[in-house]
């Protein structure tokens, strides 16, 4: 019995590691419209106060499959040259869960005239949970393997600093800094440990005509133990208030993206479709975006997206 109950911890901890490994962070294809979620420096760097609802569905047509939903907001401080953010986040995969809260604070140096500097912090903390009911186990008649997995409380951290005004950008910054380790179960499980990533972004916008504006814009991702990945994304703006993009992924993914503005409400689409093998198994995959700018005096150091 007892080398039975080893046998499924350890293919459990396989698994585990496996999943975590694969994604430990949630992927999103419209982060141009709110990189706080990727670099903490953002924070407060726009002149409204940006409050987003964002909810992807990865891989549809594959069961369990990733399923991320964001609700965010950030606001600057100007007396204080400062900006807070918050971002609650909801991240499934497979048999695994994670419900957490991020808290941003960002410090915002004026470098040169128009130009700003944010440096910032995000403090996280979420729970990671295992799924029960889709461990499979080998013997069902030992209630100890099912008792020893639970969820975890861990705490983690970014770090960011974000370049910008009103024509381009450039960020770095680096996710999951603790790199904490995530133990399921009693001292027979294995552990899994956070990864460090780390992201280089940056992007000009070319003003083409009155109406018509143009963005080219790059990001880089990496954490030296996965293949890196590099997002390639053009967007062009009309009007300031509509707008329409692809994006390519060297992971093997063309994105298409497009949304509108309409008085204080932002909308957006995008649809995600892999080039690769995996195309024949999935239907794409799908996310949405809804902001609310709520008004603030007008205020210098501020800078919009468009």
Known sequence: MKIMRKLIIVIAAI????????????????????????????TGSEA?????LAVRQQWVGFEDAPSTQILSGHYCFENYNMGVGAVLFVDRFGHERRIGFQA??????EVYE???????????????????????ALDDADPNIIANVQSKIVPESDFGAFLYNDTYFAG???????????????????????VRHYNLMG?????????????????????????????????????????????????GDIVTFLGLRFNEFDFGIAADFATSDIA????????????????????SNGTSKY
């Open 114 to 136: 128009g130009t700003k500097l944010g440096l910032g912090l995000g403090l996280q903390v979420f729970q990671y949970q295992l799924n029960y009911d889709q461990l499979i």
């Open 48 to 52: 409204d106060i940006p409050v987003q």
């Open 15 to 42: 698994v585990i590691t496996g999943t975590i490994s694969a994604q430990q962070i949630p992927l999103y294809s419209q982060y141009m419209f709110n990189k706080m979620l990727i670099n903490p420096g953002y």
């Open 172 to 194: 770095i910054s680096a996710n999951q800094m603790i790199g904490m380790p995530i133990k399921i179960g009693g001292e027979e499980m294995q552990m899994s440990r956070l």
């Open 203 to 251: 992007g000009y916008k070319f003003t083409l005509s009155p109406e018509f504006e143009l963005e080219p814009s790059i990001l880089a991702k990496t954490s030296f133990k996965a293949p890196s990945q590099l997002d390639v994304n053009l967007r062009g703006i009309y009007q300031k208030n509509y707008w329409l993009g692809l994006s390519y992924r060297t992971a």
């Open 280 to 299: 024949g198994y999935e239907s794409g995959s799908y996310e949405l975006m809804l902001t609310y700018r709520i008004p603030v005096a007008p205020k």
């Open 104 to 109: 941003n604070y960002s410090y915002i140096l």
